[in-house]
């Protein structure tokens, strides 16, 4: 069974910075493209950045978060990380960590970017 965990949510003020984790048991982690998502209130869900398997891993980042944030794995650790930097009020969100080809998601942790 598949699961991913979630953590490094809280409250930042604008311009600060958060690492979210997520660490998955149950799979063989290397093999599987890793995506991080978000859901803002009101709004869908959204892919934020998504990192592929294997060496050499290949990112990708939605043009809101471009620059700003920055995807990585550690497969010893089968865990991926988010770091968020310059955040701003619109990243407030639920953040979910997803394994796209299994349909899997983790429990979402809260960012809130506020002053």
């Known amino acids: 069974q598949v699961q991913l965990v979630e953590s490094g949510g809280g409250l930042v003020q604008p311009g600060g910075s958060l690492r979210l984790s997520c660490t998955a048991s149950g799979i063989i982690f290397n093999v599987y493209v890793m995506g991080w998502y978000r859901q803002a209130p009101g709004n869908p869900r959204e892919l934020v950045a998504s990192?592929?398997?294997?060496?050499?891993?290949?990112?990708s980042y939605a043009d809101s978060v471009k620059g700003r944030f920055t995807i990585s794995r550690d497969n010893a650790k089968n865990t991926v990380y988010l770091q968020m930097n310059s955040l701003k009020p619109e990243d407030t969100a639920v953040y979910y960590c997803?394994?796209?080809?299994?349909?899997?998601w983790g429990q979402g942790t809260q960012v809130t970017v506020s002053s």
């Open positions: 997803s394994i796209p080809q299994s349909g899997s």
């Open positions: 990192i592929t398997s294997g060496s050499g891993s290949r990112t």
